[in-house]
């Protein structure tokens, strides 16, 4: 038995950070990608801030009321994205091809159409924003010990 305040479709927030993040631009007639990738290219803080743009996207599911369930795969989206995104190079090509925020709204898409909406959720938002955040100071230190150690062997300066 569905609610009736079930939503019709994923709501225009979620839509519209998503493509802003992963297919507001074109390179050609098939090739689309978002800020998400051009961010990650700014060391350090760039995969930070996809990945808190991107924990953003989660949340605003997850206060929409979709299942526990549903935000938790939708993090491990986001969490791959950050992770691998923050290796230089590999993380730059990965972040063009691999865009996690389409995949949540595709999820999404099928939770809703399903008819899956039962409420709930919110909990787990302020979980999942703390784990990002942890996540996203982890690899902002990694960074830091990663130029830390190129310098040391330049002898640029020592620790």
């Known amino acids: 038995m569905r609610q009736n305040n ?17 297919t507001q631009f074109s ?14 290219l700014i060391p350090g803080v760039g995969d930070f801030m996809g990945l808190l743009l991107s924990g953003g996207l989660v949340a605003l599911a ?31 090509i990965f972040d063009f091809f691999y865009k996690a925020n389409t995949r949540n709204v595709r999820m999404l898409e099928k939770y809703y159409s399903e008819g ?9 938002a ?3 924003i703390i784990v990002m955040l942890f ?3 982890f690899i902002i230190f990694l960074f830091w010990k990663l130029f830390e150690w190129a310098f040391t062997e330049l002898g640029i300066f020592s620790v």
Not at 27 to 40: M, T, V
Not at 116 to 123: A, L, Q, S, V
């Open 27 to 40: 390179a050609g007639k098939h090739f689309r990608f978002g800020i998400d990738p051009i961010l990650g």
């Open 135 to 137: 996540l996203a100071t």
């Open 116 to 124: 899956k909406y039962r409420g709930g959720g919110k909990g787990t």
């Open 62 to 92: 997850s206060r929409r009321g979709v299942s526990r369930k549903l935000v938790i795969l939708m993090s491990l989206n986001v969490f791959l994205d950050a992770v691998i995104g923050s290796i230089p190079v590999l993380g730059g």
């Open 126 to 128: 302020t979980i999942i």
């Open 6 to 22: 079930t939503p019709q479709e994923i709501p225009k927030d979620v839509r519209k950070l998503a493509r802003l993040l992963d």
